[in-house]
């Protein structure tokens, strides 16, 4: 594989964070009926991200869970032998909450659908809204994102793969070409 330069940095993906949380919170018109929702693993370090930055801007807190989707794949009996089960973790009831869910990368839309059928067997949400760091495209489903950091148009030979800091070590975006 053939790593190319950052697509985002450190400082980059302080930015791209602290913007995407203004336009969840100008699109909401403030923050009262909304939660967020995080998608383990990157998902959820970044829902918490935003999370505090629209606390800071807002001076509320803000509700925020997390999502394991391991049984909700559509690819589970072809990828795992023995699923490996991370958690689900939302504390409050999320009918008629206007949910924020977020991921790293969006790709083919099957992490978001399978995130989606969970959500609705925990209740019924007044919206669901989906903010993530990377569009790459190459959708597979009917998925669009609300709020993209960053659209990277990718080839099939490519892959990008965001490391954070508290899974990676450090904060970056990065594009790798498979050879």
Known sequence: MKTKPKLIDELGMHRTLTRLAH?????????????????????????????????????????????????????????????????????????????????????????????????MDLGRPKTIQLAVLIDRGHRELPIRADFVGKNVPTSDNQEIQVRLKEVDGEDSVLLIEKV
Do not use: C, W
């Not at 009262?32 to 509320?60: D, H, Q, Y």
């Not at 394991?68 to 490996?84: F, G, H, N, S, V």
């Open 23 to 119: 336009e969840i919170i100008e699109h909401n018109k403030g923050i009262e009926s909304i939660a967020l929702v995080g998608i383990k693993t990157r998902g959820e370090f970044i829902a918490k991200r935003l999370a505090e930055r629209i606390t800071s801007i807002e001076k509320k807190e803000l509700l925020i869970g997390m999502l394991d989707i391991t049984l909700y794949r559509d690819d589970l009996r072809a990828k795992l032998k023995q699923p490996i089960l991370k958690g689900t973790d939302i504390a409050f009831d999320v009918t008629d909450k206007n949910i924020v869910l977020v991921d790293d990368v969006l790709f083919t839309g099957r992490t978001i659908r399978a995130a989606l059928d969970q959500l």
